[in-house]
């Protein structure tokens, strides 16, 4: 439901002209490479490969709005993941220069999937267009998706296109003119907002059972420089917690046998009462945005509360609340 509220709003955004563009310096590849991690899972469940192909003329860094990019990648990959019953599906990038000579990033994902007929290739940047629109259809979808990417690349100065064949799989790709950054580069520019105002790597347990969500939080967390690592119960908290030192731990609510807050009161008897020296700031995750199970939690000994999704900003901005408090306390 939130997937859809934001598509709608995006969608909203765009045709309302008020849809901001914002620009920094991004690794294309590694754009790429964060998108197939991300559902490297959903190929896996499914049988599928999963790959990349990079030409020696794509740069290290190149400045755009990384976002947008991510947000059309992930839609294209996701499709063809969709409607691929077997085989693969892989991402490659590549630049060019166009016939007036300005040079273009090019992005394709190609799939060995269902395929399209040529009658339906053009509806599908419609908005609530779906290739299968029958009541009996097995893929899910709002038909949003690829409107949305079409006109964010459009508004980045670019075109998208597809190339398809029923049965033959498809090509879907899209170009944007190429800005190479100036200056040091990824490579060599520290990045500040990723290591919590300048400070040290942090060493994090998150307690997650779900599988997808502890990858989406893995690749949040390793783009911010920090260490994680992961229980998937109740009772394997309590023991890395017994075995390691962890500078925070983010505690999912809902686990299988001892649940979060059931963690976190035996975590803070590990501790003493009153806390010692040492009180492992614990942040509370939970997909109910519930003000009396905010409450329970802090009662329990968590520190703060977060509401899944996680965004990257709030994850953040409550990692340096915490440990900034915790060097004060220190």
């Keep these: 439901l939130l997937a859809i509220i934001e598509?709608?709003?995006?969608?909203?955004?765009?045709?309302?002209?008020?849809?901001?563009?914002?620009?920094?310096?991004?690794?294309?590849?590694?754009?790429?490479?964060?998108?197939?991690?991300?559902?490297?899972?959903?190929?896996?469940?499914?049988?599928?490969?999963l790959g990349l192909e990079v030409d020696e003329n794509?740069?290290?860094?190149?400045?755009?709005?990384?976002?947008?990019?991510?947000?059309?990648?992930?839609?294209?990959?996701?499709?063809?993941?969709?409607?691929t019953p077997e085989g693969s599906v892989e991402v490659r990038e590549s630049a060019y220069r166009g016939p007036s000579g300005d040079p273009y990033l090019w992005f394709g994902v190609r799939d060995t999937g269902i395929g399209i007929s040529p009658e339906k290739l053009e509806m599908l940047f419609k908005p609530f267009s779906q290739v299968d629109a029958s009541?009996?259809?097995t893929r899910e979808g709002t038909g949003l998706g690829l409107a949305i990417s079409k006109r964010l690349i459009e508004l980045m100065g670019g075109r998208i296109g597809v190339q398809s064949e029923a049965g033959k799989g498809s090509l879907f790709h899209f170009?944007?003119?190429?800005?190479?950054?100036?200056?040091?580069?990824l490579e060599t520019r520290p990045r500040q907002e990723g290591r919590l105002g300048g400070g040290p790597a942090l060493?994090?347990?998150?307690?997650?059972?779900?599988?997808?969500?502890?990858?989406?939080?893995?690749?949040?967390?390793?783009?911010?420089?920090?260490?994680a690592d992961f229980a998937a119960t109740g009772l394997e908290v309590i023991e890395k917690v017994d075995e390691s030192v962890y500078d925070v731990i983010l505690m999912d609510?809902?686990?299988?046998?001892?649940?979060?807050?059931?963690?976190?009161?035996?975590?803070?008897?590990?501790?003493g009462d009153p806390p010692g020296s040492k009180r492992t700031p614990i942040i509370a995750l939970s997909a109910h945005d519930?003000?009396?199970?905010?409450?329970?939690?802090?009662?329990?000994?968590?520190?703060?509360f977060l509401s899944k999704p996680i965004r990257p900003d709030a994850i953040e901005e409550a990692l340096s609340r915490l440990t900034c408090a915790a060097a004060v306390i220190g």
């Design 58 to 83: 794509v740069p290290g860094t190149v400045v755009g709005d990384a976002k947008r990019v991510r947000q059309v990648l992930l839609n294209l990959v996701g499709n063809a993941l969709k409607f």
């Design 203 to 227: 060493r994090i347990l998150v307690a997650e059972d779900n599988e997808t969500n502890r990858r989406v939080v893995r690749v949040l967390l390793e783009q911010m420089g920090h260490r």
């Design 253 to 271: 609510i809902e686990m299988p046998g001892m649940d979060g807050i059931a963690v976190t009161r035996a975590i803070r008897a590990m501790e």
């Design 135 to 137: 009541s009996t259809r």
């Design 7 to 49: 598509d709608i709003l995006d969608l909203s955004k765009i045709e309302s002209g008020s849809l901001e563009l914002y620009d920094e310096d991004f690794s294309p590849t590694e754009c790429a490479r964060e998108i197939l991690d991300l559902l490297s899972i959903r190929a896996g469940e499914a049988g599928l490969k």
């Design 175 to 185: 170009a944007l003119p190429l800005r190479e950054a100036t200056g040091a580069g």
């Design 290 to 304: 519930d003000r009396g199970l905010e409450e329970e939690c802090r009662d329990a000994g968590m520190d703060s």
